[in-house]
């Protein structure tokens, strides 16, 4: 059986600090001793894969997974191809759950032929106790499985696994902690998201999140602003601050701060040309915080506005504590203040007792607000949330034709929307190249849309002026516009 005694033993007669960071730095060295070992004797570097589900969150932390495993030695690999695969799983809909055991069905075999293989399953779903349960019973060549309080733990836990073997679990029910100054891999070197909050106290009707996520914890504005400061320096001009619901952001710190006052620190920052953030809850968006956006330089002009649903009656019922009527007013102050923002929502159709003329109000909202993308979701009944125990269940053939038709209008406008920037000349980021069109680029403009240009791999992370020739729908064909 494994303990710290005889990892000290095998690594450096030392026992493992106490505190955090630097007990996880004492087994990254750890794992990278039985790492070396290993490649030693296959005679080739030993490889890692990271898969990422779910959002924004769950690739920053995926980004986190990454940093740790190459300090440890692995090198990037395809998930066909890889030594240690890692899922980062989401749990917000059925469907990503379906999705993991899909892919751990192919895993399975996979492991049969290559049995010096890891399996690690990581994020939200592993927080749902029925499906630690089927795991344990029915996935039992799964190596390590831990949840979303304990992420900051990996390389302890794959310290273990590498050590002990057998199937190693640990999750917990929940956290006050924060763990600062892990090593992070990014995906981008020019952009970067940055953690400012975790978890999530609104407790929509509909949603696991706060069951998985747990409270709502701020990070210190220090830390963050240390964080991005770093990242500035290492060349990122672009941060996208992440939480759950940012506009509470601070309000359970020691020395509460609002986040649009993290906005003006975050501003400050030399190297920094574009903030985006996500997600905001219309219920507590502030006036100051529409202030800020529109008094800024480098705050996007994108605003991701999730609507759920355009009913007051079933908006009280996914209790999301504002009303039809309070959501276009916002809406409608938002323009107002900022006219050339672009304005995205999420959407669910059949939640619990919604009839026609409920669906009926959702599409007048999105006619009104005319938003420039719009992402839909089907209802999914999620175990535990209280409208799951809701009776008046809507049948699947009516959301999915309620579906279709929300569909439909929301990429009818959005495309309108997206016209009207045709023809003008905007700033946009180079992100990638293209993979559909030899010879073009991809980047991003502060709207957030995209343009394909002609273009060199050597522009990447670049700001470059583009004329938007062509309008594809929701996205543009350009040409890169010199002006001098
Ligand atoms: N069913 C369908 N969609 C959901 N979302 C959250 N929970 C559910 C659910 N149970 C959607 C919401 C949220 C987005 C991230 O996922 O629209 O804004
Ligand atoms: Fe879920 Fe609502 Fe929290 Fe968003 S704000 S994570 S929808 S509970």
């Given at each position: 059986?494994y303990?710290?005694?005889?990892?000290?033993?095998?690594?450096?007669?030392?026992?493992?600090?106490?505190?955090?960071?630097e007990?996880?730095?004492?087994?990254?060295?750890?794992?990278?001793?039985?790492?070396?070992?290993?490649?030693?004797?296959?005679?080739?570097?030993?490889?890692?894969?990271?898969?990422?589900?779910?959002?924004?969150?769950?690739?920053?932390?995926?980004?986190?997974?990454?940093?740790?495993?190459?300090?440890?030695?692995?090198?990037?690999a395809?998930?066909?191809?890889?030594?240690?695969?890692?899922?980062?799983?989401?749990?917000?809909?059925?469907?990503?759950?379906?999705?993991?055991?899909?892919?751990?069905?192919?895993?399975?075999?996979?492991?049969?032929?290559?049995?010096?293989?890891r399996?690690?399953?990581c994020?939200?779903?592993?927080?749902?106790?029925?499906?630690?349960?089927?795991?344990?019973?029915?996935?039992?060549?799964v190596?390590?499985?831990?949840?979303?309080?304990n992420?900051?733990?990996?390389?302890?836990?794959?310290?273990?696994?590498?050590y002990e073997?057998?199937?190693?679990?640990?999750?917990?029910?929940?956290?006050?902690?924060?763990?600062?100054?892990?090593?992070?891999?990014?995906?981008?070197?020019?952009?970067?998201?940055?953690?400012?909050?975790?978890?999530?106290?609104?407790?929509?009707?509909?949603?696991?999140v706060?069951y998985?996520?747990?409270?709502?914890?701020?990070?210190?504005?220090?830390?963050?602003?240390?964080?991005?400061?770093?990242?500035?320096?290492?060349?990122?001009?672009?941060?996208?601050?992440?939480?759950q619901?940012?506009?509470?952001?601070?309000?359970?710190?020691?020395?509460?701060m609002?986040?649009?006052?993290?906005?003006?620190?975050?501003?400050?920052?030399?190297?920094?040309?574009?903030?985006?953030?996500?997600?905001?809850?219309?219920?507590?968006?502030?006036?100051?915080?529409?202030?800020?956006?529109?008094?800024?330089?480098?705050?996007?002009?994108?605003?991701?506005?999730?609507?759920?649903?355009?009913?007051?009656?079933?908006?009280?019922?996914?209790?999301?504590?504002?009303?039809?009527?309070?959501?276009?007013?916002?809406?409608?102050?938002?323009?107002?203040?900022?006219?050339?923002?672009?304005?995205?929502?999420d959407?669910?159709?059949?939640?619990?007792?919604?009839?026609?003329?409920?669906?009926?109000?959702?599409?007048?909202?999105?006619?009104r607000?005319?938003?420039?993308?719009?992402?839909?979701?089907l209802?999914?009944k999620?175990?535990?949330?209280?409208?799951?125990?809701?009776?008046?269940?809507?049948?699947?053939?009516?959301?999915?034709?309620?579906f279709?038709?929300?569909?439909?209008?929301?990429?009818?406008?959005?495309?309108?929307?997206?016209?009207?920037?045709?023809?003008?000349?905007q700033?946009?980021?180079?992100?990638?190249?293209?993979?559909?069109?030899?010879?073009?680029?991809?980047?991003?403009?502060?709207?957030?849309?995209?343009?394909?240009?002609?273009g060199?791999?050597?522009?990447?992370?670049?700001?470059v002026?583009?004329?938007?020739?062509?309008?594809?729908?929701?996205?543009?064909?350009?040409?890169?516009?010199?002006?001098?």
């Open positions: 059986m303990n710290e005694t005889d990892l000290d033993k095998m690594y450096r007669n030392t026992a493992p600090p106490d505190r955090e960071p007990r996880q730095y004492y087994f990254i060295e750890a794992c990278r001793k039985k790492v070396r070992e290993e490649s030693e004797r296959l005679g080739r570097p030993l490889t890692f894969c990271v898969t990422t589900f779910g959002c924004q969150m769950n690739a920053r932390d995926s980004e986190k997974l990454t940093g740790i495993l190459e300090q440890a030695g692995y090198q990037p395809e998930e066909a191809e890889a030594d240690f695969v890692i899922y980062n799983t989401c749990t917000v809909r059925e469907n990503a759950n379906l999705k993991v055991y899909g892919h751990l069905g192919l895993l399975k075999h996979r492991k049969k032929e290559r049995p010096g293989m399996i690690a399953l994020g939200c779903m592993m927080q749902e106790p029925e499906v630690i349960e089927r795991l344990k019973k029915s996935y039992r060549f190596d390590l499985i831990f949840g979303t309080h992420i900051f733990k990996f390389a302890e836990l794959l310290a273990r696994s590498l073997g057998g199937q190693v679990i640990d999750i917990w029910q929940g956290t006050d902690k924060i763990v600062e100054d892990l090593p992070v891999e990014r995906k981008y070197s020019f952009k970067s998201g940055v953690n400012i909050m975790f978890g999530c106290n609104n407790f929509c009707s509909y949603c696991i706060p998985v996520r747990g409270r709502e914890r701020s990070r210190r504005p220090e830390d963050i602003l240390k964080e991005i400061e770093a990242l500035a320096a290492d060349g990122v001009t672009e941060v996208m601050l992440l939480g619901n940012v506009n509470s952001y601070g309000k359970t710190l020691e020395q509460p609002t986040f649009a006052e993290l906005l003006r620190q975050v501003e400050k920052i030399e190297g920094i040309r574009r903030i985006r953030f996500m997600t905001s809850h219309p219920k507590d968006l502030s006036d100051e915080l529409i202030e800020v956006m529109r008094d800024s330089k480098k705050i996007c002009r994108h605003l991701h506005l999730p609507l759920q649903s355009g009913s007051s009656r079933i908006l009280k019922a996914m209790n999301r504590r504002y009303t039809k009527e309070q959501y276009l007013e916002l809406a409608e102050k938002i323009r107002r203040e900022i006219p050339d923002i672009s304005l995205t929502t959407i669910i159709v059949g939640f619990p007792g919604e009839t026609e003329e409920d669906f009926q109000e959702t599409l007048d909202v999105v006619r607000v005319r938003y420039d993308n719009a992402y839909t979701f209802y999914s999620r175990t535990g949330t209280p409208a799951a125990a809701m009776e008046n269940q809507v049948p699947p053939e009516v959301t999915k034709d309620r279709d038709r929300l569909l439909a209008l929301v990429q009818e406008l959005a495309k309108e929307q997206t016209a009207r920037f045709a023809g003008t000349v700033e946009v980021l180079v992100e990638e190249v293209n993979d559909h069109r030899p010879g073009f680029l991809t980047g991003r403009m502060s709207n957030n849309l995209l343009v394909h240009f002609p060199e791999a050597a522009q990447i992370g670049q700001y002026n583009v004329r938007l020739e062509e309008c594809k729908g929701f996205y543009y064909i350009g040409r890169v516009c010199y002006t001098d």
